[in-house]
């Protein structure tokens, strides 16, 4: 989903930095009295970054005959908000400007919007919806992850169809020809990478329900259900 | 005794991996697909939408590039590595945690 660096017009490099600042400033902030409360927040923090730093390193063939990479951002979303997310998912995308040359510093407030800001809200949209409900929260961290990744790439073709209208038909042409590319590659991905998400979640039920529960990503019942359909153990006796 | 609903999600994660995987080979044996990066199909579209060869653009700030696709490669896999060691080693901490207090 990186736009090359270059391939964005200057006057549309600032206006997706002009975006992405005040995201990456809420996210510090927030990061940082995150990390002052509770230094127990510091491995899962790291598990959603490891995340987002191994899918975006893989890049996966899709159907339509090119290569894609997930984005992974779903689970920092759910356990951390957006814009913590954004910080994550932008030293991921630094990382990849500054030593792969895929995307570059002029076009990265671009690349942040669409991976790390655009995805995401997409996917807490989701989780909102679905958190209260009975819907089982596997099913939730599916579509959560599924969801933040097929918008990412649905933002990077609308960031590209602004800045390159078609002759013909102006942006909503470039805008169906761009999702072409990047949107209709991904969605097997997505639905992978969902699968593959939910899990990773079920594994940090088991493993660390408690985190879940203190940072309120779901309710004590709903984590206790989906422990006891995963694993016959009482919760009463795991819980430390 | 091992229940299939206890592995439900294994299963489905499994069947959805495996199922991609069939239809890469699926896709890759029929026609030609090159499977290079939507990156770069994405590049060469503005190309064609602009009228400008793809070289054309030069990037606004200068920026290192991985001389090879090898070192490309090895930079990704190192990305990919620190991720799974940090993957590796949370999940362990938390493993170890709750071994502990299973004990005490």
Redesign the interface.
């Known amino acids: ?7 964005l017009p ?1 006057e549309w ?1 600032l206006v997706w930095w002009a975006v992405a600042l005040p995201f990456i400033i809420m996210g510090v902030l927030e990061l940082r009295a995150l990390l002052r409360k509770d230094r127990e927040y510091l ?2 923090l ?2 959603c ?6 899918l ?13 990479h997930p984005t992974g951002t779903g689970l920092s979303t759910m356990c951390f908000g957006v814009f913590i997310t954004t910080v994550i998912g932008g030293i ?1 995308l630094l ?8 995307g ?3 076009v990265l407030g671009a690349n942040i919007v669409s991976m790390a800001i655009g995805g995401p809200i997409a996917g807490y949209a989701v989780y909102r919806l679905l958190k209260n409900t009975s819907v089982n929260i ?1 099913i939730t961290v599916f579509l959560v992850t599924a969801v933040a990744d097929l918008v990412t790439y649905i933002i ?1 073709s609308f960031e ?1 169809a602004v800045a ?1 209208p ?2 013909v038909g102006g942006i909503m042409t ?1 805008f169906t ?2 999702f072409a ?2 949107a209709v ?1 991904q969605v ?1 991905l997505a ?2 990478e969902g ?2 998400f ?2 990773v979640f ?2 940090i039920v088991q ?2 329900p408690e985190i879940l529960e203190k940072l309120g990503v779901f309710s004590r019942d709903q984590i206790e259900k989906a422990r006891m ?4 153990v009482p919760p009463a ?2 819980r ?1 | 005794m091992i229940q299939v609903r206890d592995y439900l999600l294994e299963i489905i994660t499994a069947v959805a991996i495996v199922v991609f995987i069939a239809l890469f080979l699926a896709v890759s044996s029929g026609g030609s697909h090159e499977f290079s990066g939507s990156d770069d199909v994405g590049s060469q579209k503005i190309a064609e939408l602009s009228g400008k060869p793809v070289e054309s653009y030069l990037p606004l700030i200068p920026q290192y590039e991985p001389p090879s696709g090898e070192i490309e490669s090895t930079l990704f896999a190192l990305q990919a590595a620190f991720g799974g060691v940090l993957l590796g080693l949370v999940f362990g901490y938390w493993l170890g945690q709750r071994k502990r207090a299973k004990v005490l």
Not at chain 1, 1 to 7: S, W
Not at chain 1, 62 to 67: E, F, I, L, N
């Open positions: 989903m990186h736009i090359m660096e270059g391939f200057p490099c491995p899962l790291g598990v970054g490891a995340f987002i730093f191994i975006s390193a893989l890049k996966l063939p899709s159907v339509t005959g090119s290569c894609s991921v990382f990849q400007a500054l030593v792969l040359a895929h570059g510093l002029s596997f990077t590209l390159y078609a002759q470039s020809t761009f590319i990047f590659t097997p639905i992978v699968c593959v939910a899990l079920k594994y493993l660390k359909a995963g694993e016959p006796e795991v430390s």
